[in-house]
């Protein structure tokens, strides 16, 4: 007999991912496939690298897109302007605050910013007690895929609820 984890709790408000122009249409797909695997909400905010109706955004969601709560975003100033600054997160290498130690609480966004740049240093720096990082060993390393960054700190953020 195999035994499967039990659904997530979705009773509380769910989490939100924030995507701050993305660049590369199979990350984002791949993003959108796991916010619907745990009913979190998509936020893309403009201007996307890519267009929409892209092949490869839609082949790495493959037929998910229906179970997607998605929310698009003019600019990063109106997303910001929106929002509660208490429920913000900012991932950034660049961040003392490891993401482990961060208190998630449902209805929170996990923002995170575009594949080359990051998010900006402005922000950064207006945001710096909301900014954590994935902590990494190896200095080489310039950084990880921004689908697996999402990946570990959404759920971390579900563990933690």
């Known amino acids: 007999?195999?035994?499967?984890?039990?659904?997530?709790?979705?009773?509380?408000?769910?989490?939100?991912?924030?995507?701050?122009?993305?660049?590369?249409?199979?990350?984002?797909?791949?993003?959108?496939?796991?916010?619907?695997?745990?009913?979190?909400?998509?936020?893309?905010?403009h201007?996307?690298?890519?267009?929409?109706d892209d092949k490869h955004l839609k082949r790495a969601g493959l037929d998910y897109w229906d179970q997607v709560k998605i929310v698009t975003w003019p600019s990063f100033d109106e997303f910001l302007a929106a929002q509660d600054e208490r429920k913000l997160h900012f991932l950034s290498k660049k961040a003392a605050r490891v993401y482990t130690r961060v208190c998630f609480q449902p209805g929170d966004f996990l923002v995170f910013g575009k594949e080359t740049q990051g998010l900006p240093e402005e922000v950064l720096s207006l945001y710096a007690d909301r900014c954590c990082a994935i902590p990494m060993s190896n200095p080489g390393i310039r950084s990880i895929n921004l689908a697996q960054a999402v990946a570990v700190v959404l759920y971390e953020a579900i563990r933690q609820r």
């Open 1 to 45: 007999m195999t035994e499967h984890p039990p659904p997530l709790n979705t009773e509380s408000p769910p989490f939100n991912v924030v995507l701050v122009e993305p660049e590369i249409p199979p990350n984002t797909g791949s993003i959108a496939r796991l916010c619907g695997a745990t009913d979190t909400v998509l936020h893309l905010v």
């Open 47 to 52: 201007p996307l690298g890519f267009k929409v």
